[in-house]
Nanobody
Framework: VQLQASGGGLVQAGGSLRLSCAIS??????VGWFRQAPGKARGLVAA????????DYADSVKGRFTISRDNAKNTVYLDMNSLKLEDTAVYFC????????????WGKGTLVTVSS
């Protein structure tokens, strides 16, 4: 499984941004978006199952971020709205082949910077 994230950039607080994660590979692939801010540990932001019917979000982004996937395009999206300064981080997409527990496959990160 290979992943490639894109869509990061500079945005003002309150603005929106869409991240994309292009996926290659087969299987029951669950995809997650993670982020890592300077000096902080990497953490899960959102995850989505193969069918798109199962999603999970970190409390800090609930109601602001939406994860979705287009299996025809092999792409997972993270729509980020009402961005806050604390959303500034490097965002990574990762995948795990269910029923494995660990996200074993990682793409390179994309930087999101939220300015005041």
């Amino acid at each position: 499984v290979q992943l490639q994230a894109s869509g990061g950039g500079l945005v003002q607080a309150g603005g929106s941004l869409r991240l994309s994660c292009a996926i290659s590979g087969r299987g029951n692939i669950e995809v997650g978006w993670f982020r890592q801010a300077p000096g902080k540990a990497r953490g899960l932001v959102a995850a989505i199952g193969l069918s798109g019917g199962s999603t999970d979000y970190a409390d800090s982004v609930k109601g602001r971020f939406t994860i979705s996937r287009d299996n025809a395009k092999n792409t997972v999206y993270l729509d980020m709205n009402s961005l806050k300064l604390e959303d500034t981080a490097v965002y990574f997409c990762a995948a795990r082949l269910l029923p494995r527990a660990l996200f074993e496959y990682w793409g390179k990160g994309t930087l999101v910077t939220v300015s005041s």
